[in-house]
């Protein structure tokens, strides 16, 4: 039998492959649906469809390394007090709270509100003592030969 692990990519940005956070992956949450989207090696947006939620309704929030998206409207009611007699209700409004775990050196640039999604901006910002850094070989190195004289 063979196990699929796609659900467990969708609340990480940034691992891209890494299977160590398969104990905290979020996959039973529905609402809201969100598209994770990599734009080029260190950007990355999370969208999220907040259809009815006004700025004022939502909040995002990074603490250690997780990203949480929350969302609660403080009134349904209409202008004259009265609730609304729905015969149908297809747009939920109801409170979320959604948390995508990032990846080391991954910080929020900014967020947008837009025609109901949400529009987080994600940016892989690495130290330069943790970039790759390439080596020069010099044999005429006077500290490379002492090491190799006392060897």
Do not use: C, W
């Not at 160590?20 to 947006?45: F, H, K, M, V, W």
């Not at 998206?69 to 109801?94: C, F, N, W």
């Amino acid at each position: 039998m063979r196990l699929d692990y796609s659900p467990f990519f969708r609340t990480t940005v940034g691992f891209d492959r890494l299977l160590d956070l398969l104990d905290s992956a979020d996959t039973a949450q529905g609402y809201p649906p969100y598209n994770i989207e990599r734009t080029d090696e260190n950007n990355y947006g999370v969208t999220v469809a907040v259809a009815g939620f006004a700025e004022k309704d939502l909040g995002i929030e990074v603490h250690d390394g997780v990203l949480t998206v929350t969302g609660k409207r403080d009134d349904l009611s209409r202008e004259d007090g009265a609730k609304p007699a729905y015969l149908h209700q297809g747009i939920a409004g109801r409170a979320f709270t959604r948390s995508f775990q990032l990846a080391e050196h991954v910080e929020v640039t900014g967020a947008v509100l837009e025609n109901g999604l949400l529009r987080i901006a994600l940016t892989r910002i690495v130290p330069e003592e943790k970039k790759p850094r390439r080596i020069a070989i010099n044999g005429n190195d006077p500290v490379i030969k002492a090491v190799q004289k006392a060897a």
